[in-house]
């Protein structure tokens, strides 16, 4: 659509075996917006993230991903090789496992900027340097020149952000940058990528399980449940006023200032979904027998004003004011 850097259209993402990690998704992305895509583990969040830049090596992806008005699903891998880094990039979960122990933080930040750039190895590493200096890693100079295992958790998460963000990319794919970091360390990163969205104008698509750092950071939401959208809407809808019982149920297993001391969470029963005809989130929902008939667990709720449910729209707005 036009306006939109990023355009995903019915994306399937089906792995050797039959398993099928995301099933039918659509989002959007505007220039300098940033997304939130939430869901428990397994929900299809990282595999929708991998999608985007190409990074399935077996799965089978199916469906549409306009970058730019660029056709990604299908793309080569020359072409998406110039794209990556360039102008689409990526954070991944675990910094330590994607940084190569065996060359210097800034030989790696380097090479990224080189691919992408004519430029000389003096002015990749004057770049490189700069980059250290803007997530904050002291003394840049000298620990450009130092390996990954010298730098704490913290610290090689920044760095894996200097070299998504070396090359000024337009779209941002952030899997779940904050995990196994201590709280004050989450925010600082997560301030870091705001500062950076705001100075540089690039998108971000922030793939996370925290609803506390959807609340904090994001412009909209899609939740993610058995590889489906089930609802999507600005954070302040989704906070407000949740359409979809699993949202409630994430909702009520968070910590929140607006309740009593003391109130205790409500974790989601059962396990994440497999394989399901009807509504994915029907085995877990405590509300299925309000629906009519077996609706629920044979026919699957198509995507209606954002929300993914055979309730109607009176019956989900009592129902979540009676939460």
């Given at each position: ?34 997304l ?20 399935h090596?077996?799965?089978e ?10 056709e ?71 620990r ?56 540089v ?8 399980h ?49 309740r ?25 929902c ?22 993914r ?15």
């Amino acid at each position: 659509m036009p306006g939109e850097l990023l355009s995903v259209r019915d994306l399937r993402v089906r792995f050797p075996g039959g398993v099928t990690a995301v099933d039918g998704l659509s989002f959007d992305v505007e220039p300098g917006q940033v997304l939130g895509i939430v869901g428990e583990s397994g929900s299809g969040k990282s595999a929708t993230g991998l999608s985007v830049l190409g990074l399935h090596d077996r799965a089978e992806v199916t469906g549409s991903i306009l970058f730019g008005g660029k056709e990604l699903v299908g793309a080569s891998e020359r072409e998406l090789r110039r794209l990556r880094g360039d102008d689409l990039a990526m954070v991944f979960q675990d910094p330590l496992s994607s940084l190569h122990p065996h060359y210097t933080i800034g030989r790696q930040i380097s090479e990224a900027y080189l691919v992408h750039n004519r430029a000389g190895r003096q002015a990749a590493r004057a770049r490189a340097v700069e980059m250290l200096e803007r997530v904050g890693i002291p003394s840049p100079e000298r620990r450009y020149d130092e390996y990954p295992h010298q730098f704490s958790g913290g610290m090689r998460q920044r760095v894996m952000i200097a070299m998504a963000l070396v090359c000024e990319p337009r779209l941002l794919v952030a899997d779940e940058p904050t995990t196994a970091l201590d709280v004050t360390v989450q925010a600082q990163i997560l301030a870091l990528i705001d500062e950076l969205r705001r100075e540089v104008g690039t998108a971000v698509v922030l793939i996370t399980h925290d609803l506390g750092v959807v609340a904090e950071t994001c412009d909209s939401v899609v939740v993610m449940y058995g590889g489906q959208c089930v609802e999507q809407g600005s954070v302040a809808d989704i906070f407000a006023r949740p359409q979809m019982p699993y949202t409630w149920g994430l909702l009520g297993s968070m910590p929140r200032l607006d309740r009593p001391r003391g109130t205790r969470l409500t974790p989601i029963p059962g396990v994440p979904a497999t394989v399901h005809d009807g509504c994915a989130f029907e085995p877990r929902c405590e509300y299925r027998e309000l629906v009519a008939g077996d609706l629920c667990s044979t026919v699957r709720p198509s995507l209606l004003d954002g929300v993914r449910c055979h309730l109607d729209q009176d019956q989900r707005r009592e129902l979540w004011a009676a939460r």
